[in-house]
Structures are given as C-alpha cells and as structure tokens.
C-alpha cells in the first residue's frame, strides 16, 4: 500500500525562525516521485517541487530545503528565517508508476509577525 | 497559456440538484484528474483520464461522472447533490510520464444544502 503521512496538523512560528514540515511515505516501489505543493489562504495549489527516488541530493531554492532520506523514507521541508508570507498549507505527495497521486493530509503553517 | 482552468468558481446546490464542473487545460497534457478537498484529509482523487476516451476510477468515485471526448476538456458530473459532496474541487494535468509535475486549476467551491 501507498502512503503519504504529514503527522503535524498545524504548526505556529513567529517570523525569522525555522520550520521543518515532516513528511513519511511508504512505498513498495523502487522508483517514486515525490513532491510538495503549497496552498496558500486563497487557495491555489502551487507545485514547488519534484524529487525522484533516485536522487537523494538535498536541494535549497532561496529560504527553502528539503531533505531526502531513502533510509526513513522521509523528505522533510525546511523553510529558513519565515515569513508571514509562508504561512499556507503544505502538502506532500507521492507518485508511482501509476497513474495515482497520493497525497498527505497537509500541514497548517502559521506564521504571525 | 491559461494552464488548468475550472468554472465556476464557487456554487450552491440543493440536495438532488445535478451538475457539471468544468475543467480545461491548453497544454496538450494527456492526463487529467478531479480531485476533491476536505479539512484533514488532504486531496483525494475522484476520477482521472490517461486520455481522450479513457478514463478510470479514483479512490472516491461515488456519485460523480466523468467524460473525455477531447484532450483539453475534462468535466466532473453531479449526477444527484448530496451534503456529502460539499467540498472543493480540484481539476489538475500533466504531461504522460510518472516523473511529470502536476498542474492545478484554481479550485471549485461547492456547497450543497
């Protein structure tokens, strides 16, 4: 069975610190894909980023990171200094050779001024 | 491009009530997919297609219709409103292949009374 788990429902942070989203997925295949999207209070889904289960080279994209660890089949997103801008709802999916997306049931992330 | 569009944006209706949501994309994606939207539960998908005339059931089909008769349109069908049904609605595309990212629509709030 496929499954993606984000076991914290809502985090609060206060500008400029850190916050690590978790992210557990468990799959039986070999070759996966795995992906985070932000929603942010207007409510788009915004894609933000794409890793395969073959590559476990951790990536920075300006305050964003995220960690890729196939022994814990985890890939945890980091957000560095936050901003109220950051605060959104943030999902984590999986994809296989299938054609199904499964999706995790996303974590809240507030942060206040 | 106008990417992953969805009308209309926000409707009621009253238990029993039929009707369709739209979805369509200008990207030449082969594959399609409705997703629906409830607090805590992440997305989960309905209905997708692999291509005009194919389509397939998701993890939540009951109730919903779906056709494609072209490649770019993608409509969800209601066939009889229910509570249940209250949700928002997500119709997204991708290029074939696992590794492709997938693109969202703005979303469909419904509401059913």
């Known amino acids: 069975a496929q499954k993606v788990t984000q076991a914290q429902t809502e985090i609060s942070v206060v500008e400029k610190e850190d916050v690590t989203l978790d992210c557990v997925y468990e799959?039986?295949?070999?070759?996966?894909?795995l992906f985070w999207y932000k929603q942010p209070p207007s409510g788009e889904l915004v894609f933000l980023i794409r890793r395969n289960s073959f590559d476990e080279q951790n990536e920075i994209s300006g305050r964003y990171s995220w960690n890729f660890q196939k022994s814990t089949s985890s890939f945890n997103f980091t957000i560095t200094a936050s901003q109220v801008v950051d605060s959104a709802v943030y999902f984590c999916?999986?994809?296989?050779?299938?054609?199904?997306?499964?999706f995790g049931a996303g974590t809240r992330l507030f942060v206040k001024a | 491009n106008a990417g992953v569009t969805q009308t209309p944006k926000f409707q009621v209706l009253k238990t029993g009530q039929s009707m369709t949501l739209q979805c369509a994309q200008d990207?030449?994606?082969?594959?399609m997919s409705w997703y629906r939207q409830d607090p805590g539960m992440g997305l989960r998908l309905i209905h997708y297609?692999?291509?005009?005339?194919?389509?397939d059931q998701g993890e939540v089909p009951n109730g919903y219709n779906v056709s494609r008769s072209t490649t770019e349109d993608f409509p969800l069908r209601l066939l009889s409103a229910a509570p249940s049904q209250t949700s928002v609605y997500f119709c997204?595309?991708?290029?074939?292949?696992?590794?492709?990212?997938?693109?969202f629509g703005p979303g469909t709030r419904l509401l059913v009374l």
């Open positions: 990207m030449n994606h082969e594959y």
């Open positions: 999916a999986l994809h296989t050779g299938g054609f199904k997306t499964i």
């Open positions: 799959t039986r295949d070999t070759t996966y894909y």
């Open positions: 997204a595309s991708r290029a074939t292949g696992s590794q492709e990212t997938q693109y």
């Open positions: 297609s692999v291509g005009a005339g194919i389509t």
